[in-house]
């Protein structure tokens, strides 16, 4: 599991973002006209592409998409995420 | 645990009635366009049909009901009426005596209403499956629909797009021959509170809370007296549990993914259903989609489903389909069950 992969399929599934727009440090939160449909979308992808699923709580420890990634490669591992 | 085999009983007929008025998500004021953009791409709906403020849940199941009786000419018969719905007409009596009376169903029919959402309709196969099992009952009439919309605040974006009004009727009748049917489901109340409508019952009776407008979130108001759902947990309830069932079923009836005809799915959001349909590897072909066009309908929407999407197969061919009922509670209900020769229909409300 590799952040590039990860931030990839981000790009992929948005229809406002570019290759290169995001990066480890990007606040996703901050996205133009983020919504709680964005919040499901990332947990959809994540589910999808992982098979990890994150829960309301562990949504909202995250501020950064290298924070997403953390702790979705931490759950894949087996490992209970601090929420 | 709740799994079940079960014998004996036939779907003989699906009629869904839907209302004529339709409302866009392109159309909803108070999305911006790429607001109404996202929440089509994500959730599948385009558009859904809202009941007039004059028609409730069981006048579109009594004109489902009603044609589909004089379809089958079978009214002397039904000895037992269900109405699955969250959105009866009174507090009291139940709106199945009331529909008893109204299709003009034998004094010695049983009604009574089931108070289940989504996962509803599955539950009522069960039931009428139930009752008919043993021979002793001719036919049953179960009828499934909610008027959701008249729960939702109209500025609460999460809920007011997602729902649609509809109302279905489903005969079921004693089968000997009958191939058998496999039976999941489950609850977890501890998700109650992420699909409630707090406010009118007992719990917070009208006169006892103020029922302000609040804005609970950015683009999100409503009162205690609105639907609230909580569309996180919800996706999570779904995907944890709804897979689970669905194979559950499929090794009682000893059966793989692939030998299914069908999966029809509760159409909650097209994100939830796509989530689920991909975890049990199925293609889109065999898991039928209505949303596009009505929304998320609760308890009707899997018979809608299956009039609107699988309608001429239903009539001719010989189907294994499973249906997966899941949403408020949580309750979720899956069943496995053989079709043939099932008549159909799909019908506006004036």
Sequence with gaps: MEIDDFII??????????????????????????????????????DSKYDVLLNGDELKSCVTINDLFDITRLKLNGGAAKA | MAQLRLKHTAVKAIYSVIPKMVYKTHDYPYFS???????????????????????????????????????????????????????????????????????????????????????????????????????GLRKVLLLAGDKSTISTHEQDKTAFPLFGDAGSATLLEYDAKGKDWFFDAGTDGSGANAIIIEAGHSRMPYQSFDDQDIEVAPGV????????????????????????????????????????????????????????????????????????????????????????????????????????GFGVGFSWASLLLSTHNVATKLLEYD
Aim: charged share 20%.
């Design chain 2, 33 to 135: 366009e790429d607001e109404a953009k996202m929440f089509a791409n994500t959730t599948g709906i385009i558009e859904r049909r809202v009941a007039a403020t004059n028609v409730t849940a069981s006048d579109m199941c009594f004109k489902a009901a009603q044609t589909l009786l004089e379809d089958m000419n079978c009214h002397h018969e039904i000895d037992l009426l269900v109405f699955v719905t969250q959105s009866p007409d009174y507090f009291l009596p139940a709106s199945a005596a009331i529909l008893q009376d109204k299709l003009g169903l034998p004094k010695t029919c049983m009604a009574f209403d089931v108070n289940l959402g989504c996962s509803g309709y599955v539950h009522g196969l069960l039931l009428a499956n139930r009752y008919l099992q043993q021979g």
């Design chain 1, 9 to 46: 399929a981000i790009e992929e599934e948005f229809d406002n973002l570019n290759p290169g727009d995001v990066s480890p440090n990007s606040v996703f939160r901050n996205m133009e006209g983020w919504s709680s449909m964005h919040a499901l979308i990332f947990v959809a992808l994540i």
């Design chain 2, 221 to 324: 108001i409503r009162s205690k007296k609105h639907l609230a759902i909580d569309g996180m947990a919800v996706f999570n309830f779904a995907l944890k549990n709804v897979p689970k069932s669905i194979n559950n079923v499929l090794d009682l009836a000893k059966l793989r993914t692939e030998q299914l005809d069908y999966l029809v799915l509760h159409q909650a959001n097209q994100l939830i259903t796509d989530s689920i349909r991909k975890k049990m590897n199925l293609p889109k072909e065999k898991c039928p989609s209505s949303i596009g066009n009505f929304g998320n309908t609760s308890s009707a929407s899997i018979p809608l489903t299956l009039c609107s999407e699988l309608s001429e197969a239903l009539k001719k061919e010989r189907l294994c389909l499973l249906l997966c």
